[in-house]
T-cell receptor, first 119, second 113 residues
Framework: KAGVTQTPRYLIKTRGQQVTLSCSPI?????VSWYQQTPGQGLQFLFE???????NKGNFPGRFSGRQFSNSRSEMNVSTLELGDSALYLC??????????????????FGEGSRLTVL | AQSVAQPEDQVNVAEGNPLTVKCTYS??????LFWYVQYPNRGLQFLLK??????LVKGSYGFEAEFNKSQTSFHLKKPSALVSDSALYFC???????????FGKGNQVVVIP
């Protein structure tokens, strides 16, 4: 079974540009979450999508946005990039807690991340 | 709101010695607790979880964790550390009914040969 796939793995942008990151979840997983990891702030929750709807949102400015497609693939977008946006962006997928599947405890499975450097 | 505290920045241990990484949590209701490990320039790998039942849970690579409700702790343990266990370890908690994880700041584990 393929894991969570994130693209691109590495990218470099300059201030003011925008970036789009992509995430393909594990087959059958309909919940996709995004996290930002930085040395100073650690792992911070960005948002979660389920069935093409944003279900939860963290404390990030409106420059950070996302969406989910009907095949559960997700994208996140950061506009007007700032130096502080340099981070590892991690996508995670999971079965929904309410899926009713036996043994489902909804643990998150993470991709390898997209490392964004803003110059 | 749910939260996790990992009090130590770095844990140093000699190869072959027991390894313990500490975690305390705060959450409303029954906790869902997880440990993840991260190697350099990689994503997070799931190690183990506590949902309900036996307070001692066993996970991947010989790791186990002990859930203590009265102390709100979920410490990660390994009886005999390997050099390859050197990595960043994260404890996480999720409340019932949502998929949002709150992570601790992480602990760098260094296993000395």
């Amino acid at each position: 079974k393929a894991g969570v796939t994130q693209t691109p793995r590495y990218l470099i942008k300059t201030r003011g540009q925008q970036v789009t990151l992509s995430c393909s979840p594990i087959s059958g997983h309909r919940s996709v979450s995004w996290y930002q990891q930085t040395p100073g702030q650690g792992l911070q929750f960005l948002f979660e999508y389920f069935s093409e709807t944003q279900r939860n949102k963290g404390n990030f400015p409106g420059r950070f946005s996302g969406r989910q497609f009907s095949n559960s693939r997700s994208e996140m977008n950061v506009s007007t990039l700032e130096l502080g946006d340099s981070a590892l962006y991690l996508c995670a997928s999971s079965l929904d807690l309410r899926s009713g599947r036996a043994g489902n405890t909804g643990e998150l499975f993470f991709g390898e991340g997209s490392r964004l450097t803003v110059l | 709101a749910q939260s996790v505290a990992q009090p130590e920045d770095q844990v140093n241990v000699a190869e072959g010695n027991p390894l313990t990484v500490k975690c305390t949590y705060s959450v409303s209701g029954n906790p869902y607790l997880f440990w993840y490990v991260q190697y350099p320039n990689r994503g997070l790998q799931f190690l183990l979880k506590y949902i309900t039942g036996d307070n001692l849970v066993k996970g991947s690579y010989g790791f186990e964790a002990e859930f203590n409700k009265s102390q709100t702790s979920f410490h990660l343990k390994k009886p005999s550390a390997l050099v390859s266990d050197s990595a960043l370890y994260f404890c996480a908690v999720r409340g019932y009914g949502n998929n949002r994880l709150a992570f601790g700041k992480g602990n760098q584990v260094v296993v000395i040969p």
